[in-house]
């Protein structure tokens, strides 16, 4: 069974740092993996999705790489700014079409 | 556009009761799908929608009707409620099949059940 794994749960950095949120999954036979954006009392946004067959994917200050084989994603985030805070969640879609989420990082970005 | 309406945004229910989460999109998508957020876990899947008239279980389907009549509206229904479904619940649509395309959230309905 895929299973989706974020570390850490919060990251507290100062503005202005460039920062590394991590994702991992269990079954490298995924279609695909998003990375969505969730603000406090909303719902969520699609930033970036990778197919399976991508390294990386770039949106602006976002950038998101994909390693199957090792079953990891990262969403790297450049010059961070205060507007950047909140949480962030990578999903997993496999040949069923349904995702496989993770349940996410919570990021503050300190003035 | 409007994009996913959810209504209402917040509830409160007594034990046994029965009601209905509105969802309505106003995009034409095909694929509509219903999640349940709780803390410290990511989304669970609990009914989706390809088209019109076709539905599907999820994850966690159990308590959870749903139906999809039109293209714009997919209803979920909690037939007796139970404060295990206590949560936040989110309806979100795409294009074709949910886990190929980037999906489209409303912005939620937060339920209580005492």
């Known amino acids: 069974k895929q299973e989706v794994t974020q570390i850490p749960a919060a990251l507290s950095v100062p503005e202005g740092e460039n920062l590394v949120l991590n994702c991992s999954f269990t079954?490298?036979?995924?279609?695909?993996l998003q990375w969505f954006r969730q603000d406090p009392g909303k719902g969520l946004t699609s930033l970036l999705l990778?197919?399976?067959s991508q390294r990386e994917q770039t949106s602006g200050r976002l950038n998101a790489s994909l390693d199957k084989s090792s079953g990891r994603s990262t969403l790297y985030i450049a010059a961070s700014q205060p507007g950047d805070s909140a949480t962030y969640l990578c999903?997993?879609?496999?040949?069923?079409?349904?995702?496989?989420w993770g349940a996410g990082t919570k990021l503050i970005i300190k003035p | 556009n409007a994009g996913v309406t959810q209504t209402p945004k917040f509830q409160v229910l007594k034990t046994g009761q029965s009601m209905t989460l509105q969802c309505a999109q106003d995009?034409?998508?095909?694929?509509m799908s219903w999640y349940r957020q709780d803390p410290g876990m990511g989304l669970r899947l609990i009914h989706y929608?390809?088209?019109?008239?076709?539905?599907d279980q999820g994850e966690v389907p159990n308590g959870y009707n749903v139906s999809r009549s039109t293209t714009e509206d997919f209803p979920l229904r909690l037939l007796s409620a139970a404060p295990s479904q206590t949560s936040v619940y989110f309806c979100?649509?795409?294009?074709?099949?949910?886990?190929?395309?980037?999906?489209?959230f409303g912005d939620g309905t937060r339920l209580s059940i005492l």
């Open positions: 979100a649509s795409s294009p074709t099949t949910g886990g190929h395309q980037p999906q489209h």
């Open positions: 995009m034409n998508h095909e694929y």
């Open positions: 929608s390809v088209g019109a008239g076709i539905t």
């Open positions: 079954d490298s036979a995924i279609y695909n």
């Open positions: 999903a997993v879609s496999s040949s069923n079409y349904q995702l496989i």
């Open positions: 990778i197919q399976s």
